[in-house]
């Protein structure tokens, strides 16, 4: 088995999609590592070692990658409509110096491989589901400028590293990643957490910013989590991979699903389409993660927004049920 008795390291394994990496690595036999600085791990796992660590810091990242195997780099922020002006750069600055230091630790500590997430904004605004090899054919779509040209940098980070060490780099560009654990913080949360929280606190009428018409590609972070183990273990060269749901769903389906899974009925809804939607179609092939991985998503939409729906309402004072 490839990862009996390897060390991994989980950066941001405090976090939402990190703490489904770690539970799946639970089931494989590996000895996991996660640093820790602002937040604590979300379960108490003795079988998961834990060091404090600030990956802003070199010192940090290096400590962290001491002495490990492999490393899947899920530290970091990620971008959303609510943030505006120059907060914009505090999340693109954060994402470059993490993994700027933790590619450079890699190589310093003598790490085998290490997984780094690119991004599905930083391909050009195609209405169709984009491949890996047309992300540099054009510019991101104007909305994803700032992050997608982060994504893409950071993506030539680790090409260089892995041609220039033995720590050989492993690049996945996710889809849209939902599920428990999702972020539902007001300003900065993504369309489906952003939606379940309106939902559940029984809206009426419901508006939704864009026509409805808008096509979006959300994989379930159980899903992208089997994803990331699959490219740790099957991938050695530096070549990038989609990882998606290999569907397209509106966001009038979207709004559906959620309405029901709360149980908000007798709803009033309308999309405002007077209002910005930032683009009108964003899906990517997962051929190649089919072909390379054998990777097939097993979460279809519908159950999927139904279980991050309940764990949500779990997570309210007092559980709404």
């Given amino acids: 088995m490839f990862y009996s008795n ?38 108490d796992i003795s079988s998961v070692e834990t060091v404090f660590a600030d990956l802003m810091q070199w010192e940090g990242c290096r400590a962290a990658a001491r002495g490990v195997d492999y490393v899947i780099h899920a530290a970091g922020t990620v971008g959303a409509a609510g ?9 693109i600055t954060k994402n470059l110096i993490l ?26 605004p195609y209405s169709h589901p984009v491949k890996e090899e047309e992300m540099w054919l054009d510019e991101p779509h104007p909305a994803y400028a700032g992050y997608g040209w982060m994504r893409r940098y950071i993506e030539k980070l680790g090409e260089y590293v892995s041609g220039q060490s033995e720590c050989k780099v492993v690049i996945i560009r996710p889809s849209a990643v939902y599920g428990p654990g999702d972020n539902f913080m007001e300003k900065t949360s993504h369309v489906i957490p952003a939606l379940i929280k309106r939902s559940v606190g029984r809206e009426n009428p419901f508006i939704v910013w864009g026509t409805g018409d808008e096509v979006r590609d ?18 050695n060269d530096f070549d990038p991979i989609n990882i998606g749901s290999g569907k397209g769903s509106t966001i009038r389906e979207i709004v559906g699903l959620i309405l029901d899974a ?15 939607a930032t683009i009108p179609f964003r899906m990517v092939s997962i051929d190649k993660a089919r072909q390379m991985l054998d990777f097939e998503p097993q979460i279809p939409l519908e159950e999927g927004i139904r279980d ?3 764990w949500y309402m779990s997570t309210l004072t007092p559980p709404i049920r």
């Fill in 6 to 43: 390897k060390k991994v390291l989980v950066t941001g394994g405090t976090g939402f999609v990190g703490s489904h990496i770690v539970r799946a690595l639970l089931r494989t036999g590996a000895c996991i590592r996660v640093p820790v600085h602002v937040r604590q791990m979300q379960a």
């Fill in 99 to 124: 993994t700027a230091h933790m590619l450079q630790a890699s190589w310093a500590e003598g790490v085998k491989k290490i997984v780094v997430f690119g991004s599905s904004t930083g391909y050009p």
């Fill in 308 to 310: 991050t729906v309940e």
């Fill in 262 to 276: 709360v149980g908000h009925k007798d709803v009033q809804i309308f999309f405002d389409g007077t209002k910005p």
């Fill in 218 to 235: 959300f994989i379930h972070v159980a899903d992208f989590a089997r994803a990331c183990l699959l490219a740790l273990a099957k991938c």
């Fill in 83 to 91: 943030v505006k002006d120059y907060q914009l750069m505090e999340g």
